[in-house]
Structure formats: structure tokens, C-alpha cells
């Protein structure tokens, strides 16, 4: 039986890791947001045109969903943490490089190399929280705080890219995450332990297909707004991406050792948690791009204080990642999931109605306490739906599936929600248009709730 001082120190170690995890997911959910609010002084300081401007933040988008899948996989095969600390030391220098840029294509090519970086370690900080979680309520406890950090880091990113924008230059988006990656970088051999590593070819046909597949729907989507859903472009990347998924499907079931294993999706339960995690992030990305243009262009707030309209669906994030693992352990996640997206239904009904003459405290203030709540009560049901019951050595691909599903289902609904947004829109006026698109969220987070309920009706009925 361990000595007291021992299993104090084991419990510290173990602390300390979970505290390292959670920093580096946190750097790489700000890193997804904090270049938002600083594109105007880009732009004027490195003289980009409106439409290479958009890369700033697509190539990062391209890099980090395609390569998701594949970093998931070298965890798995050659050790986590190996994976995670190149990924980071390649985000690292990334950072430091694009923060030096003296010319747009520079600064997206650094760019992008920071999405392949964060593909490579965000799946291994995932496996990491849940294998080494020591129960079922410990995993619980670790998916809530990695949710909670995962959407509270977006929120943040958004308060300093507008600190470090207002106060200082564009080049501290980049330079303020080179510190906490080398603190990061420091501590992760101490304080976690190496997964084994796994004998066995590299399914290099998975992997290229796997890649190529997210790219091009990624890459398409990403155009379909301005060019048209039945435009050349858009119908080429999701022709080839799908030819791609097929090919990826066909060589997945002949390779010994698969890059994504087709049983992880066999399991019904698997697909409901991944499809509603798609809506979910499909509709709240409506926030983040509507809110912020919202509080900027109609209510006239600052680069900072446009990040600090999020706190409140922060908060409630954060409190609820405190609450939901008791709630998953009392009632289940189905549940949660119901209330959760019902939730989200309702704020973004709420949020329809803003007009140009409202107020932060009547218009906004509401709406996203509720968001932020009920998003709580979604995203870790959903995560332990995906990464529970999987095998500790294929939990690298169970959270790299997870992860690119999140960025696809991000992806799709800011296309769908920027095209309702144009349909309904008025040149001149940004009002207009934001009752279509809030209400196209709504759409998801309502069709979310009826795939849970009918699942959970199936269940019953064969049960």
C-alpha cells in the first residue's frame, strides 16, 4: 500500500500533467480566434487585399482539420507524447516566425504550419486526459475541464487578440503564445508519461487519403459563401473530397493496422455523440462570427471590449464544466444532450431578434448566459459518447476523429450560416441579414436534439 507522502506526490504529478494538457489545449483554442479582431491592422501593415486577408485564418483552418485524423494515428503508433511536444514545438516556431512577418504570403504560409503543428498535438492532449483519467467519473471530470478550456480558450483569445491589438501590434497575436508553448514544451516530459509506442506498418494510403479528403471539404467550403454553392470550386473540393472518403473507406478495411479503425464507427451511440457534436459547432461558430461584427459595427465597441461581450457565455461554460460530470454520472449523457441542445435552440432564437437599436445588456447579455450554459451541458456528453469505451491504444484516433469532426461541423455551418446571412442581407446595413442566419443555427442545435430523441426512441424500442 503506498505511504501518504507517496501518494501525495503521485496525486501532484498527476495534477501537474492534467494542468500541462489543459495549457497547451488552451493555447491552441485561442490560436483559433485571437488573429480575428486583429485583420484590419494586418491588413493595413502588411498590405493585404481584401481576399488574401481571409487566409490569415484559412490557412490555419486547411492545416489544422486535414491533419487532425493523421496526428491522432502517429500518437497511437509512435507515442503521444512524442507527437504532442513536435506538434507544439512546430506551432512554436511558427508563432515566432509569422509574429516576424514583413509580407502577406510569409504570414500565411506561418500560418498554416501552426494548424499542421496543433494537428499534430491536439489529438495526443485529448487521449492523454482521458487514458490516464483514473475512473469513469475522472475521465467524466477531464472531458468537462478539456470542453471547458476548449471553448473558454476561443472566448479568450478573442478578449487578448483584442488587448495585445488595442494596446500594442498585431505581432503579439503571434509572439504572447511562444511562452506558454516553451513553458509547455519544459514541463510535459516531467510531469506526463509515454504511451507505448506500436508495432506495425503506417497506413500511408489512409493517411494521404484521410488528409486530402478533409482538405478539399475544408478548402471548399471555405470558398462557398462568395462562390456559390453550385460554383466550379465548391462542387470540385466536395467531388474529390468524397472520391477521397471513398477511397479511404475501401483501403480501411484491407490494411492491418488503420489509420481511423472502421469500428469506432459501428457503435450508434458513437455517431450520435460525433453528428450532434457537428451541429453543435456548426451553430456556434454563427456566434463568434455575428456577435463580434454585431458589437463592432452596430454598437461601436473596441477591439477589447468585443472580446469581453463573450464572458458571459464564458462563465457559464466554465460553471458548467464543474456540474455536468455529476449530472453524466446521475442522469446520463442523453439527457444532457436533449436539455443542451434545446437550449442552444432557444438562445440563438433569442439572439435572431437583435435590431440595430438595441443595447448590449438587452439585446446580448441574455443570450449568451444561456449559449454558455447550454453548450455546457452539450459538449462533454457529446466527447464521452465519441472516446468512451475505446480501447487506450486507439484513443489518439478516437479523439483525432473527434477533433476533425468539431473543425468539419465548424466549417460547414460558418458556409451555411455566412450564406444565410447573405441572403437575407442589405448592403449598407448589417442588421438585416442576422435574423436568417441565427435562426439556420437554430435549425442545427433543433435538428441535434430531434437525432437524440429518435436515437434514444430506437434504443428503447430494441432494448
Not at 79 to 97: N, P
Not at 219 to 239: F, H, Q, S, Y
Not at 302 to 325: E, K, Q, Y
Amino acid at each position: 500500500m503506498a505511504s501518504p507522502p507517496l501518494a501525495r506526490a503521485t496525486v501532484t504529478a498527476s495534477t501537474v500533467g492534467l494542468a500541462v494538457v489543459l495549457v497547451a489545449q488552451l493555447m491552441l483554442a485561442m490560436d483559433a480566434t485571437i488573429v480575428n479582431v486583429a485583420l484590419p491592422q494586418i491588413a493595413a501593415d502588411l498590405g493585404f487585399s481584401p481576399a488574401a486577408l481571409s487566409w490569415v485564418l484559412n490557412a490555419y483552418t486547411l492545416a489544422f482539420g486535414g491533419l487532425l485524423l493523421l496526428g491522432g494515428r502517429l500518437g497511437d503508433t509512435y507515442g503521444r507524447l512524442r507527437v504532442l511536444e513536435h506538434g507544439l514545438l512546430v506551432f512554436t516556431l511558427a508563432s515566432l516566425v509569422g509574429g516576424f512577418a514583413q509580407e502577406p504570403a510569409l504570414l500565411i504560409a506561418a500560418r498554416a504550419v501552426q494548424g499542421a503543428g496543433a494537428a499534430l498535438a491536439a489529438p495526443g492532449i485529448l487521449a492523454l486526459l482521458t487514458t490516464s483519467a483514473p475512473d469513469e467519473a475522472g475521465r467524466h471530470r477531464a472531458l468537462a475541464l478539456f470542453s471547458a478550456v476548449s471553448i473558454g480558450g476561443g472566448t479568450l483569445g478573442l478578449v487578448l487578440g483584442g488587448l495585445v491589438t488595442e494596446y500594442g501590434s498585431w505581432r503579439w497575436t503571434m509572439f504572447v503564445k511562444i511562452p506558454v508553448g516553451v513553458a509547455v514544451l519544459l514541463l510535459a516530459r516531467r510531469s506526463l508519461r509515454e504511451t507505448p509506442r506500436r508495432a506495425g506498418r503506417f497506413d500511408v494510403v489512409g493517411a494521404v487519403a484521410a488528409t486530402g479528403a478533409a482538405v478539399a471539404i475544408v478548402w471548399a467550403l471555405i470558398g462557398a459563401p462568395a462562390d456559390g454553392w453550385t460554383g466550379p470550386r465548391t462542387l470540385t473540393g466536395l467531388a474529390v473530397g468524397a472520391t477521397l472518403l471513398a477511397v479511404l473507406a475501401a483501403a480501411e478495411r484491407r490494411v492491418p493496422e488503420p489509420l481511423l479503425r472502421p469500428a469506432l464507427l459501428r457503435s450508434r451511440r458513437r455517431i450520435v455523440g460525433l453528428t450532434v457534436t457537428a451541429l453543435v459547432f456548426g451553430s456556434q461558430i454563427g456566434v463568434f462570427f455575428l456577435v463580434v461584427q454585431y458589437v463592432q459595427k452596430v454598437l461601436a465597441f473596441g477591439p477589447l471590449a468585443a472580446g469581453l461581450a463573450f464572458l458571459p457565455m464564458t462563465l457559464g461554460i466554465f460553471v458548467m464544466s464543474r456540474i455536468t460530470p455529476r449530472l453524466v454520472a446521475r442522469v446520463g449523457q442523453i439527457p444532457l444532450l436533449v436539455a443542451g441542445t434545446l437550449g442552444l435552440t432557444l438562445s440563438y432564437g433569442w439572439l435572431s431578434a437583435i435590431g440595430a437599436g438595441g443595447s448590449y445588456p438587452t439585446a446580448l447579455l441574455g443570450p449568451l448566459l444561456l449559449n454558455g450554459v447550454s453548450a455546457g451541458l452539450t459538449f462533454m456528453p457529446g466527447a464521452s459518447l465519441v472516446v468512451g469505451g475505446v480501447e487506450p491504444e486507439h484513443a489518439g484516433s478516437a479523439s483525432g476523429l473527434l477533433q476533425t469532426v468539431q473543425q468539419l461541423g465548424g466549417s460547414i455551418g460558418l458556409a451555411v450560416i455566412v450564406s444565410a446571412y447573405a441572403a437575407g442581407s442589405v448592403p449598407g446595413s448589417f442588421v438585416p441579414g442576422v435574423r436568417g442566419a441565427f435562426l439556420t443555427s437554430a435549425a442545427f442545435t433543433l435538428a441535434g436534439s430531434f437525432m437524440v430523441l429518435f436515437s434514444r426512441t430506437r434504443q428503447q424500442a430494441a432494448g
